[in-house]
């Protein structure tokens, strides 16, 4: 994972805004929004419910991308996952 300064200072390609949505809202509609992202690109996933901080970067890793790392906002956090294929 990288630093938050680092998080905070990357360029997304694609955000996926899914706060105030229950599991697994926040997994589906990361599913469909990485589709727009290009190989090498970076999708951000705004989520306020917990639990989809374990569930995004298991996704990423069963998929093959990489969970750059996660960001915890007032309410809500920001996860991280860069597209590999």
Not at 7 to 20: E, F, I, K, T
Not at 38 to 58: F, Q, W
């Amino acid at each position: 994972m990288i630093s938050t300064e680092e998080l905070n200072a990357l360029n997304v390609d694609s955000r996926v805004d899914a706060r105030g949505v229950a599991c697994p809202g926040p997994l589906l509609e990361a599913k469909r929004g990485m589709t727009s992202v290009p190989v090498g690109g970076v999708m951000e996933v705004l989520s306020s419910d917990a639990s989809t901080n374990n569930d995004l970067p298991r996704w990423a890793a069963k998929m093959g991308h990489d969970h750059l790392g996660t960001l915890e906002e007032a309410g809500y956090w920001r996860i991280f996952i860069k597209r590999t294929k």
